[in-house]
T-cell receptor, first 114, second 115 residues
């Protein structure tokens, strides 16, 4: 079974600074997908970024980018120019190629300080 | 932008009672999911549903749970005889394809409180 580990329960960053959230996973699959979801205090789950395991290029969405290290099974999220609205829980998630049941990590609570 | 909508936003139920959580997935989506998040814990997969039947389910999804698509728009999760440990946030999600890493779009969740 796939497992997803987020080793940082809480992190904080100053507004406008850069922060990196860690995620590692365990799988025997070769084709899979990785996601970062954001959950603000409103509790909605919002997709931040998606990475396809067969693509070497790291995904980027505006201020959000990932560092995907397939051999190390690592998938970290970098948030540049942090904004107060980035304050949220961030969940890393794994999905294999053939079905859609996502496996989530325990989450990292990020606080952006003014 | 199309959204997944869930009702109610908060449901309070006595232990042992049945509860039905409702979801309206995005209209052209064909795959539907339920997830659970116990307070302070991670989001856990419960079940996926396609073509009027369950595609996958987790070990959490035992006989007290059932899902249904009673009409063309609603997707429901029923808990037959609720327990205190069923208290959680329940998220519905939908996607327009299965596999291929299709992103799932989540609703705002229903907070279920069992007394």
């Amino acid at each position: 079974a796939q497992t997803v580990t987020q080793s940082q329960p809480e992190m904080s960053v100053q507004e406008a600074e850069t922060v990196t959230l860690s995620c590692t996973y365990d799988t025997s699959e070769n084709n899979y997908y990785l996601f970062w979801y954001k959950q603000p205090p409103s509790r909605q789950m919002i997709l931040v970024i998606r990475q396809e395991a067969y693509k070497q290029q790291n995904a980027t969405e505006n201020r959000f980018s990932v560092n995907f290290q397939k051999a190390a099974k690592s998938f970290s999220l970098k948030i540049s120019d942090s904004q107060l609205g980035d304050t949220a829980m961030y969940f890393c998630a794994f999905m294999n190629h053939f079905n859609n049941d996502m496996r989530f990590g325990a989450g990292t609570r990020l606080t952006v300080k003014p | 932008e199309p959204e997944v909508t869930q009702t109610p936003s908060h449901q309070v139920t006595q232990m042992g009672q049945e509860v039905i959580l409702r979801c309206v997935p995005i209209s052209n989506h064909l795959y539907f999911y339920w997830y659970r998040q116990i307070l302070g814990q991670k989001v856990e997969f419960l079940v996926s549903f396609y073509n009027n039947e369950i595609s996958e389910k987790s070990e959490i999804f035992d006989d007290q749970f059932s899902v249904e698509r009673p009409d063309g728009s609603n997707f429901t999760l029923k808990i037959r005889s609720t327990k205190l440990e069923d208290s959680a946030m329940y998220f519905c999600a939908s996607s327009n394809d299965r596999g291929q890493g299709q992103p799932q779009h989540f609703g705002d969740g229903t907070r279920l409180s069992i007394l």
